[in-house]
């Protein structure tokens, strides 16, 4: 406490300098900060659970080049085919690919002829195999049966009987739990449909969709010139499948164009701007604290080159080398607690303008708290050296510069 006085006398005495490095701590502290919330946010995002076996699901996409393209038989031949391929788990056809960014979604009330709100669900519309084509669990009712089955053509006003949802969606609806045997509706509709299954999750076609894992599947089999195919192979032998399942294809039906590709693909494209923005954040953030030690070590050098007669003196006074560190040390946390008092003030103030225009995820006091505590230990680390080297200097050096 007896080193407060003269510490601050010093600060004083090179202001601009100090007050520069506090600005510097200032402004990394709330970029850092903010910065971090938005890394934690899309890191947590795409660690969510997709409910599917994704490394093992291939997705098939093809049009028929003819205009009267038999669709229902197709389909039917190929299942028939590629269900009993080596390798093959499971096959289902699909109007869309799961997490593939492109997909439908629709209203759904649970009153008949309504207009006015509801909840958004993806849907998807498939057969008995959906379930195990892409690997999801069955946790109430039961699955579709070739009895639940509808074929109809693609302009057709098609309302199914029956549907399977995912419990995400079903809580959603019916808050109070007890979904399976509930009916719900289309917007102005006053078609029933039942809910017979619930899945325990299914993340949808839109991983950044504010309703992801909003899912409800409908058995129907559109017919026209379009169809997907979800292939789910044993684990390990993808990759052999996807060309034995291209070449199959093509050769028991030439007629058509035919695109393959992976649901791991698929996600890992949906997720490629997130995964962009959490590098280049984490690189933001690490560059600026960089500078922030860079910028604490060339200062505490240079007030400790402006002060070897003052350090000189005090070590022929009987100052031992710990205190002459401790001094530099105790100075540098002044300085950097002051810039973290003021940073976690413009962190606050940055992250409501975030929050209100960007509806990015607010700042939690123990995020902000970490990343404060990580700046003090840099620069803490950062201004150890030049103070034990300050700590070396004899008096006899000291007495001689001047």
Not at 41 to 64: E, H, Q, Y
Not at 177 to 184: I, P, S, V
Not at 332 to 348: E, P
Request: with cysteine; hydrophobic share 50%.
């Amino acid at each position: 406490m007896l080193e407060l006085r003269p510490m601050l006398s010093a600060i004083w005495r090179n202001k601009i300098s100090a007050l520069l490095i506090v600005l510097q701590l200032a402004l990394t502290l709330a970029i850092i900060s903010n910065a971090a919330v938005i890394v934690g946010d899309r890191s947590d995002m795409m660690k969510r659970p997709t409910g599917m076996d994704v490394d093992n699901v291939i997705a098939v996409t093809f049009l028929a080049i003819p205009q009267d393209y038999d669709m229902a038989a197709a389909v039917t031949a190929d299942m028939a085919m590629l269900r009993e391929m080596p390798g093959v788990v499971d096959a289902a056809p699909s109007n869309q690919i799961p997490l593939s960014g492109s997909g439908s979604a629709s209203g759904f009330h649970t009153k008949p002829n309504e207009e006015i709100g509801g909840e958004a669900a993806n849907y998807f519309q498939s057969d008995p195999h959906f379930i195990n084509a892409l690997g999801m669990k069955l946790i109430a009712g039961r699955n579709f049966t070739e009895a639940d089955m509808d074929v109809v053509g693609p302009n057709d006003n098609y309302k199914s009987k029956v549907a399977i949802v995912t419990k995400q969606f079903a809580d959603t609806l019916f808050p109070d739990g007890n979904a399976l045997g509930k009916y719900f509706y289309g917007g102005n509709d006053s078609h029933p449909t039942e809910i017979i299954g619930i899945v325990e999750r299914n993340l949808g076609s839109w991983v950044g969709w504010s309703n992801a894992g909003n899912v409800a599947v409908f058995p129907v089999l559109v017919a026209g010139n379009f169809k997907r195919y979800l292939i789910r192979t044993e684990p390990g032998q993808r990759d052999q499948v996807l060309k034995q399942v291209e070449d199959a294809l093509a050769k028991r039906d030439p007629r058509r164009v035919i695109h393959m590709e992976t649901l791991a693909k698929d996600m890992a494209r949906s997720y490629a701007g997130d995964n962009t923005m959490v590098k280049a954040l984490s690189s933001v953030m690490a560059l600026l604290t960089f500078i922030v030690a860079l910028g604490i070590v060339g200062l505490t050098f240079f007030w400790i080159n402006q002060r070897r007669k003052q350090i000189g003196v005090r070590r022929a006074l009987g100052a031992t080398r710990t205190a002459i560190s401790r001094y530099f040390l105790l100075e540098n946390l002044l300085i950097a607690g002051t810039g973290i008092a003021l940073g976690m003030a413009a962190a606050q103030i940055f992250n409501h303008l975030m929050v209100s225009s960007f509806k990015q995820p607010a700042l939690t006091l123990p995020v902000m708290a970490v990343c404060a505590l990580i700046l003090v230990s840099v620069s803490v680390v950062a201004a150890l050296v030049p103070a034990l080297r300050a700590a070396n200097i004899s008096p006899a050096t000291a007495t001689r510069s001047v």
